[in-house]
């Protein structure tokens, strides 16, 4: 007679160096350029681009953006700042 056994699964080990997806909050003057040059400057600076969510300006907010990237570990603590510096970004957040 045989014994039936779950099949065992081996753990992966975690990649502590791997980049992590990041969301950013983008919000914008509403001109339509503003979402090529930010998605263009973060693929110049290695990030991977995850998802992009793009709302345009209306009556009842000004244009935004959410990005998802994964970016470099060299680099993931400078995309803040890069973003803040385009311009018509209004404001950028880290969520």
């Given at each position: 007679m045989s014994a039936m056994t779950q099949p065992r699964t081996i753990p992966?080990?975690?990649?502590?160096?791997?980049?992590?997806?990041?969301?950013?909050?983008?919000?914008?003057?509403?001109?339509?350029?503003?979402?090529?040059?930010a998605l263009a400057l973060l693929r110049r600076r290695g990030c991977r681009i995850v998802a992009v969510d793009f709302h345009e300006a209306d009556r009842h907010g000004p244009g935004r953006f959410d990005v998802c990237v994964e970016a470099p570990p060299r680099t993931e603590h400078r995309i803040e700042a890069w973003l803040s510096a385009l311009v018509d970004v209004v404001g950028v957040r880290q969520g």
């Open positions: 992966a080990p975690l990649d502590l160096g791997a980049p992590r997806p990041r969301r950013y909050a983008v919000e914008t003057t509403g001109r339509g350029d503003v979402l090529v040059r």
